[in-house]
């Protein structure tokens, strides 16, 4: 994909003379602190403040310009990694050198080269079997008629369906990963957004116990590694550590043990949190949208999936769990259409920003599946996954991992609709999930045996 968009697109010409978009040109620091406390909020007062493109100065990432028209979302995505990279500090802060996060150029094309083909949707496909699992064994201690939250228990499904499918673990390593990496999770999303130096001051400071977890986490990874190598019918399994561990780089060479075990954990931090408050939020939505859930429900029994799919799409243009994404300018200067920004500025797409306006998507603030029904969603516009050479390679296993689950509750449970309030965003660190936690009240369709 690099290669087509790199050739198609011609790169935006080098130019000397800055022309950056506004911003408050004071206040930096209030606004560093405002941004750190809300940044829905302020990406919002400031667009609505300086138009669609606009700049912020922020403590991490220094002149920052932020981008919410499609045509330069475009030109972002599909401009050479050389002259726009990898956009630093980000979650590889919490997740290893090797970490997807971390790489950028070179380093990042060969990694993804390796591993984009074991999540091709074809591919995640076999997974399902797995994924279906996990929603019967989790909801069959759902309680009937009354309100429950119900992103941990998204949280836990889609834990395990990354410990089985991705990281191929099984018996004690299974259920010591279960029980380290929640609160490894929890602690390393706060860690990513919290500015300042990382010191280690023991067991009591948050980055002193990340560390003791992150060792806890290597050493069982590295178990997990041994195992797998010393499995005769390695080349049988079909979880993504096994294809890992067989995969070579073009050079013949393969991954090194603690490249594996970053890119385990970055898998799982990328692929955890987001999935399941994605799952969180269908709940909130479809319970306010009654007939959208009784043609759900419907739709299910008869075998179908058209409506669930665009449903889906649409509970991620109206509530996007991941509401930034970011990259650094590396050439000297990069213009992005009549903007020409100099080398270190960062720039940011606001994911939420672009899924609100009307001009993208009529009636934006309705929630309106039917807009996707037989549609695909535009490249540019619709960028819950980001997009271009660093677009979530992870895409078609959590779409596949959200069918499966949201296709079981609609099954299993009669969902109960509501007329409460919408719940309101709540930053968890890095992904934003319903402040409820996606309350549900359900009754079991079947009785159970
Ligand atoms: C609804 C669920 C998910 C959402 C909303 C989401 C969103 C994103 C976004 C916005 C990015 C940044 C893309 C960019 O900068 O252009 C990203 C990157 C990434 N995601 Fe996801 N993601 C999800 C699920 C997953 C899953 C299930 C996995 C793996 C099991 C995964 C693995 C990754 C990885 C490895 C990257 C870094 C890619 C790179 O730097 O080349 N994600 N994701």
Excluded at 140 to 146: F, K, Q, R, S, V
Excluded at 184 to 213: A, N, Q
Excluded at 274 to 291: F, G, M, Y
Excluded at 299 to 311: P, Q
Aim: charged share 25%; net charge neutral.
């Amino acid at each position: 994909m690099t290669d087509l968009v790199t050739e198609r697109t011609p790169s935006p010409a080098t130019r000397p003379e800055p022309h950056v978009p506004p911003g408050p040109r004071h206040g930096a620091r209030l606004h560093g602190l405002a941004f750190a406390a809300n940044r829905r909020r302020v990406t919002r007062r400031m667009s609505g403040r300086y138009g669609p493109t606009f700049t912020l100065r922020l403590p991490a990432w220094g002149p920052t310009v932020f981008l919410s028209e499609p045509a330069l979302v475009k030109q972002l995505f599909t401009t050479s990694p050389e002259l726009i990279g990898n956009m630093e500090p980000n979650l590889g802060r919490v997740l290893g050198g090797s970490s997807f996060f971390n790489l950028d150029g070179d380093a990042h094309k060969r990694q993804r080269k390796l591993l984009l083909p074991p999540f091709h949707g074809r591919r995640v496909q076999s997974y399902e079997g797995i994924i279906e699992e996990e929603p019967l064994l989790e909801t069959a201690t759902w309680p009937e008629g009354e309100p429950f939250p119900t992103q941990e228990s998204m949280m836990r499904i889609t834990l395990n369906a990354i410990l089985r499918a991705v990281f191929g673990a099984q018996g004690e390593e299974y259920e010591a990963l279960r029980t380290l990496l929640p609160p490894m999770v929890t602690l390393g999303s706060r860690l990513t957004i919290l500015p300042g130096p990382e010191l280690d001051l023991g067991r009591f400071s948050p980055w002193g116990r990340f560390r003791i977890y992150r060792r806890q986490f290597d050493e069982i990874i590295d178990r997990l590694i041994a195992t797998a190598q010393a499995d005769p019918d390695l080349d049988q399994r079909n979880d993504i550590l096994a294809l890992m561990l067989q995969a070579r780089y073009d050079d013949g060479e393969a991954m090194a043990a603690r490249a594996v075990a970053d890119q385990l954990l970055t898998l799982l931090a990328a692929g955890h949190e987001t999935t399941a408050t994605t799952l969180a939020w269908a709940v909130e939505r479809i319970r306010r949208h009654p007939p959208i859930l009784e043609r759900l429900v419907a739709e299910a029994d008869e075998g179908g999936s058209d409506l669930r799919k665009a449903t889906i799409i649409e509970v991620q243009r109206t509530r996007p769990v991941i509401d930034i994404t970011g990259r650094k300018v590396k050439g000297e200067s990069v213009a992005l259409g009549p903007w020409v920004l100099p080398r270190g500025y960062s720039i940011m797409v606001s994911i939420s920003l672009i899924h609100d306006e009307d001009g993208v998507f009529p009636n934006a603030a309705a929630f309106d599946p039917d807009r996707f029904v037989g549609v695909n969603p535009d490249t540019y516009s619709w960028v819950p996954f980001g997009g271009g050479t660093r677009r979530c390679i992870g895409a078609a296993f959590a779409n596949m991992e959200m069918d499966v689950v949201l296709r079981t509750l609609l099954r299993e449970f009669e969902i109960a609709t509501t007329d409460e309030p919408d719940e309101r965003w709540h930053s968890r660190g890095v992904a934003w999930a319903p402040g409820r936690g996606g309350m549900a009240v359900v009754r079991r369709r079947h009785a159970t045996a």
